[in-house]
């Protein structure tokens, strides 16, 4: 069976049978996603028994309370998890990414998934293996020698303090820290209540302004700007959004009905113009770390009680927690982090195409919408580790 094959035609069947705005909003499950999970040329490999029906939970949610602020949305889930792969024609690779850039890799007690996507990630591996020299791009078998001999947990701590995406697999699952969302039947995101708002908006009546890059923050924005929402998008003039480098129609998919605004945050008029419309927004989107916010002059608590933003969605690899907020974490090692990858006799495989993020990006939006449904207002976190956890 050819995986991506298998993969168009049941995107195909699930647009041909999409429900409209007043049936059920669950999709009767995750056959696109099936398609990218597994061995190159394996069997097919039954996804993680809590994940159909956690995303479920999460479209439905969404339906429900996109429909109180006026506009019901029904999310076709399996297109969302397969909108990357679709439009960069990848294809299920086992314990490599479908991306290329993340492997699964065996440790001396367990299993490591290590995501390598920036060009200086390969120059910081060899401070974080002790190697003489930087292994040449791509030499992942040099990578794997040093990694068996040595414990997860020990690797996870060198690489926190290097900045690379590393984890345990599994070392996340299950967890669920911190009071939930009002109505939201899922963990992974956490809240803190800021105190009562004006009564409840209509989506129409929002202005959301999205800060936030890659693919969790900027889904979260999309659903809302299809819910009613006035969404802007804000970069960088310095440092656009990465997913700018990949296939153009995604970016467009997530990115192409939100107005569009770039400030050069290096100037000091750039930050007061930012920190103007993000006083201004009626929801704010970021997924940047804690240094990186207070360095634009950024407070989300601070904000948000004192009468800025109704609701602030901080996407995060492993929440705010100290310890955590420091690490970095891309959609597929937070997705193994969770525990959210399948199992052979062979070891773990990545199940889709870095599932952490587009799953967290409908956490995300649920979350917004129960919030803004509550009449509360709050700064929501969510963990992609977290969320893949509660799911797996």
């Known amino acids: 069976m050819n995986p991506r094959r298998s993969a168009r035609e049941a995107a195909a069947g699930r647009r041909s049978g999409r429900p409209d705005a007043s049936g059920d909003a669950r999709s009767p499950g995750l056959a696109g996603l099936a398609g990218l999970t597994g061995r190159p040329g394996g069997p097919t490999v039954r996804l993680p028994a809590g994940l159909i029906p956690g995303v479920h939970r999460l479209t439905d949610a969404i339906a429900r309370d996109s429909g109180e602020l006026g506009t019901p949305l029904v999310v076709d889930a399996d297109g969302v998890f397969c909108a990357r792969a679709d439009a960069a024609g990848l294809t299920r690779r086992g314990d490599v990414s479908c991306g290329g850039a993340g492997h699964l890799l065996r440790t001396a007690d367990g299993w490591l998934a290590v ?45 926190v303090l290097l900045g690379l995406a590393v984890a345990v697999v599994g070392e996340r699952a299950g967890d669920d820290d ?37 693919w969790a923050g900027p889904l979260a924005g999309s659903l809302l700007q299809r819910c009613g929402a006035r969404v802007i998008k804000v970069e960088s003039t310095e440092r656009p959004d990465g997913s700018r480098r990949g296939p153009a129609a995604f970016f467009s998919s997530l990115n192409g009905s ?14 007061r113009a930012l920190l103007e419309l993000v006083r201004r927004a009626d929801v704010v989107i970021t997924s940047a770390r804690p240094r990186a916010l207070d360095h634009l002059g950024l407070d989300p608590v601070a904000m948000v009680a004192a009468g800025g933003p109704r609701a602030w969605l901080a996407v995060t690899g492993y929440g705010d927690a100290p310890g955590s907020a420091r690490r970095v974490a891309f959609g597929d090692d937070a997705a193994a982090a969770g525990g959210l990858v399948v199992w052979d006799r062979d070891g773990p495989c990545f199940c889709g195409d870095a599932l952490a993020d587009p799953v967290t990006g409908l956490a995300g939006a649920a979350a917004l919408l129960a919030l803004l449904r509550s009449g509360r207002r709050a700064v929501v976190v969510a963990s992609m580790a977290d969320v893949a956890g509660g799911l797996a």
């Open 115 to 159: 995501s390598l996507p920036r060009p200086d990630d390969w120059e910081t591996t060899a401070a974080w293996l002790h190697m003489a020299a930087p292994p040449e791009h791509g030499r992942w078998e040099l990578i794997a020698s040093r990694v068996s001999a040595r414990a997860g947990a020990e690797l996870v701590d060198g690489a």
């Open 178 to 214: 911190g009071p939930r969302v009002p109505s939201v039947p899922f963990g992974g995101v956490t809240v803190r209540d800021l105190g009562a708002d004006d009564p409840t908006p209509q989506a129409a009546d929002l202005t959301v302004v999205d800060l936030s890059a890659l």
């Open 258 to 271: 939100k107005e569009l605004r770039n400030f050069d945050f290096r100037a000091p008029s750039g930050r």
